[in-house]
């Protein structure tokens, strides 16, 4: 059967260094050696080798060389599979090119072989003849060659094949006799060659296999050198994710310490908010009976109030009332007053035609006293006489003229002050007066302008008698001046 896989025996056993294979034991090589001559091969129809070793049977495929790299470490044997060690570069070793002498030489040296401390003595062929398993080709297991502390070379191997040759020539010549002497010995320089054909391709693939190899630890060198990268990163992103982790652990416990802290900050503000609010919710709860009794005191004031309005507002009534029968008892007051004026005036000239007829007669009477009396003597002193009353009566009627001119300026300036309130508005208004006023001042205010009233009315009526008796001629002046 044909297959292109090596398997991981081969590679196990091709990756150990020339030390390695160096230090192999000469138990190791030379099991293979004696397995390789001491086995008889034959080909089978399907075109594979053939072997037979003890009651073991391999096959060997002579299409790839891979096939025959199958084989264990210690010369373990698998079905279609065969293992070969590497001994160093083959050169073509035939029958004819080895010498005769060679040939002994060799098939003495294997005759004789070195004694190992640690391996048995050999135990020397039987003499009987057979081939079973028991026998003699079993026995050659206990023979044993020295591996040397370094690769044998092709030339060696082929050397010591050839004297295992000789020697298996000799001991089959032995057992078969003369007769099948020639045949043995040109089989076994068959089975010879294509060992060595083997050999050669062995060689090959151990070539591949060492190129395989060198790529092989190219790549393992650069795998681990990027693993080592790698690990190199993974420990710097540990490196960091722990930092970070602990840098968010400090923040969180620096975060966490902060909300404590506030957390135990709003809890103290709000008990003090709370116990405050206690304080005064206590405190208003005091106060509550005081602030009852606070309405009901109000309340009482109010109902008090209210009945004060009440009669503050009848009075404001009342005073309504009695300003306006006082506004209209002024206004007749102001009428009669000017009734009286007009009367005193018409009065006034009367008089006055009375003076002049008064006058008219003095002097009607003064001429008829000068064409009567003869006598002048009391003419002066009576002249002056009239002449002093003439001049106090002026006096008089100067101080009436600027007392009436007096009167005559507050009546306007009293006019304009009230036609000023009553522009400005209600506030300065009699009614506005009377509402802020007390019922006793209004009545006060009345009585107090009533006895001026009567007073200026006396005053009045006296300066016009005395004008009247003295001096007429004043009143007449008045009368033409105005």
């Not at 005073?319 to 008892?329: A, G």
């Amino acid at each position: 059967m044909e297959t292109c896989e090596t398997s991981e025996s081969t590679y196990n056993e091709y990756d150990m260094t020339d030390e390695d294979n160096a230090m192999l034991t000469g138990h190791d090589l030379h099991d293979d050696v004696d397995s390789a001559i001491e086995t008889t091969p034959s080909t089978d129809p399907d075109g594979f080798l053939s072997v037979q070793n003890g009651n073991k049977k391999r096959y060997t495929h002579h299409h790839h060389p891979s096939s025959l790299m199958s084989e264990s470490t210690y010369g373990e044997y698998e079905p279609e599979e065969e293992r070969f060690e590497d001994f160093g570069e083959a050169d073509d070793v035939g029958d004819d090119d080895i010498p005769e002498s060679d040939m002994t030489e060799s098939a003495t040296e294997e005759d004789q072989p070195e004694q190992h401390p640690d391996l048995p003595p050999p135990t020397p062929p039987p003499m009987n003849g057979h081939s079973d398993d028991e026998g003699w080709y079993g026995s050659n297991r206990y023979f044993r060659i020295m591996c040397p502390p370094r690769r044998m070379s092709s030339k060696a191997v082929g050397s010591h094949l050839l004297g295992r040759h000789n020697h298996l020539l000799h001991s089959t010549s032995i057992e078969l006799g003369e007769d099948e002497a020639d045949r043995t010995e040109d089989e076994l320089a068959n089975k010879v060659h294509k060992l060595q054909s083997q050999v050669s391709e062995l060689e090959e693939d151990h070539l591949y296999k060492n190129e395989q190899e060198v790529r092989l630890r190219n790549e393992n060198a650069a795998l681990q050198e990027r693993i080592n990268l790698l690990e190199e990163q993974l420990r710097d992103v540990e490196v960091k994710a722990q930092e970070n982790l602990e840098e968010e652990r400090r923040q969180h416990r620096e975060a966490m310490a902060k909300q404590e802290r506030d957390l135990r900050d709003d809890i103290d503000l709000l008990s003090n908010r709370a116990t405050m609010l206690e304080e005064e919710n206590s405190r208003l709860k005091e106060d509550i009976p005081r602030y009852k009794s606070t309405i009901e005191r109000l309340k009482e004031d109010k109902t008090a109030m209210q009945e004060h309005l009440e009669e503050t507002n009848q009075l404001r009534e009342e005073t309504s009332q009695e300003h306006r029968e006082l506004e209209q008892r002024a206004r007749l007051d102001r009428q009669q007053y000017e009734d009286e004026r007009l009367a005193n005036h018409m009065l006034i000239e009367e008089m006055n035609k009375e003076l002049e007829d008064l006058r008219t007669y003095k002097v009607d009477n003064e001429r008829l006293t000068k064409s009567r009396s003869p006598s002048f003597l009391d003419m002066p002193s009576r002249y002056n006489e009239l002449e002093r009353e003439i001049r106090k009566l002026k006096e008089e009627n100067r101080g009436l003229r600027d007392a009436n001119e007096d009167l005559n300026v507050q009546l306007l300036n009293h006019s304009f002050q009230e036609g000023k309130t009553l522009l400005n508005g209600p506030s300065s208004s009699l009614a506005s007066e009377l509402d802020t006023a007390s019922k006793d001042e209004v009545v006060e205010a009345l009585r107090e302008q009533q006895e001026m009233n009567a007073r200026m009315r006396e005053y009045i009526d006296r300066i016009l008698m005395n004008v009247l008796e003295h001096n007429p001629a004043i009143l007449e002046l008045s009368s033409s001046s105005a």
